[in-house]
C-alpha cells in the first residue's frame, strides 16, 4: 500500500468514525497478498474488524449502562457447589431464548446461594448479545418508580422500561414495601407481564410476599403473573460466603429455609 492509499484510507475511516478500519486496513492488505484473497475478501475481513470492534464497545457500555452490583458471569459459577440448580439449565437460559420469548426467572434462596451473580450473569449475557439491560434492588427500583410517580409521570416511566428487553430486580424480601410502592412495583410487573423480561431474586418464599408488599391480594396478582411463564430456581444450601469460614451455625429465619423456597 503506498503511503498516499494509507493516508486516505486512515482520512476516510476517521470521516466514517471507523478506527479498526483504520487500524487493519494496513495489516490485513499483507495478509490479503500473502494469502491471495480476492478483492471481496479483503473488503469484507476489513469491515469484519469494525463490526467486531462496534460490538465489543457496545456491550460494554450496556453492560455499563445495567448497573450491575458486580460483574459476575454464569462462567464463573461453580454449579459443584451450588447443586440445586442444573448448569444445563441455566446454559439454556443463558442462550435468551428467555428474552426473546418474553418470560420470566425467578431465583430465591437464602442469602449467599448465587441468585444475584446468576441474574448478573444471564444480565451480561444479554448484553453482550445486544439487549439493553437495568439492574437495581428493589429497594432502589422502588425509589425510581416512586420519584416518577411523584412527578405525576409514572406511566410514561413504565412505557421507557419497557424498551429494556431485560429487567433485573434483586433482593425482593430484605426491605419490606410501603403499601404506595408495592402498587408501583405491582404496575411495572403488571406492564411487563407477556410482553418483556425480568429477572427476580428473593431470600423469601412466595409464601412470605404478602409480609414483604404487605397485602397479600397484591403479592398473589403479582405472583400470579411472574410464575405464569417463568423459569422458578429455588436455590439451596449455605453461603458461598461463608463456604471456608467455621462461623457455627447462621441464624435462619423460617420464612427463608429452602423448603419453603417452593
Ligand atoms: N456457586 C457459586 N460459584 C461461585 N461463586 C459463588 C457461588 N455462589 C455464590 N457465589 C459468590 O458468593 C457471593 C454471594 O453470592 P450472591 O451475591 O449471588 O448471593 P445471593 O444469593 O444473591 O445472596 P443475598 O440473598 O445475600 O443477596 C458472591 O460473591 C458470589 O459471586
Ligand atoms: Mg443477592
Redesign the pocket.
Known amino acids: 500500500m503506498t503511503s498516499g492509499t494509507a493516508s486516505q484510507i486512515a482520512y476516510l475511516a476517521r470521516v466514517l468514525k471507523a478506527p479498526a478500519l483504520r487500524d487493519s486496513a494496513e495489516r490485513l492488505a499483507a495478509t490479503a497478498r500473502d494469502a491471495g484473497w480476492t478483492h471481496q475478501e479483503y473488503l469484507a475481513a476489513c469491515l469484519e474488524a469494525e463490526v467486531a470492534t462496534r460490538g465489543a464497545h457496545g456491550a460494554e457500555n450496556r453492560v455499563r449502562a445495567a448497573g450491575f452490583a458486580?460483574r459476575?458471569t454464569i462462567e464463573?459459577?461453580?454449579?459443584d457447589?451450588?447443586r440445586s440448580v442444573k448448569r444445563d439449565h441455566i446454559l439454556h437460559l443463558a442462550t435468551l431464548d428467555f428474552i426473546t420469548a418474553r418470560t420470566s426467572v425467578v431465583l430465591l434462596?437464602?442469602?449467599?446461594?448465587?441468585?444475584?451473580?446468576?441474574a448478573t450473569g444471564l444480565g451480561i449475557k444479554a448484553c453482550q448479545a445486544g439487549h439493553r439491560v437495568l439492574f437495581a434492588t428493589a429497594a432502589a427500583w422502588t425509589g425510581r418508580l416512586t420519584t416518577a410517580h411523584r412527578a405525576g409521570r409514572i406511566q410514561q416511566e413504565i412505557t421507557r422500561l419497557g424498551r429494556y428487553p431485560l429487567l433485573i430486580i434483586d433482593?425482593i424480601g430484605y426491605i419490606p414495601f410501603e403499601p404506595e410502592a408495592a402498587s408501583l412495583f405491582f404496575q411495572l410487573i403488571s406492564a411487563r407481564y407477556e410482553t418483556a423480561s425480568v429477572i427476580v431474586?428473593s431470600?423469601k418464599a412466595f409464601s412470605g410476599w404478602g409480609d414483604i408488599f404487605g397485602d397479600d391480594t397484591v403479592a398473589a396478582a403479582m405472583i400470579d403473573r411472574l410464575v405464569h411463564h417463568a423459569d422458578i430456581f429455588s436455590?439451596k444450601g449455605d453461603?458461598?460466603?461463608l463456604k471456608d469460614r467455621d462461623l457455627g451455625r447462621i441464624p435462619r429465619p423460617a420464612a427463608t429455609t429452602p423448603r419453603d423456597a417452593q
Not at 464463573?76 to 454449579?79: A, E, K, L, S
Not at 434462596?109 to 446468576?118: A, E, I, Q
Open positions: 458486580a459476575k464463573d459459577f461453580d454449579f457447589h451450588q434462596g437464602p442469602p449467599g446461594t448465587g441468585k444475584t451473580m446468576l433482593e431474586t431470600n436455590l453461603s458461598y460466603r
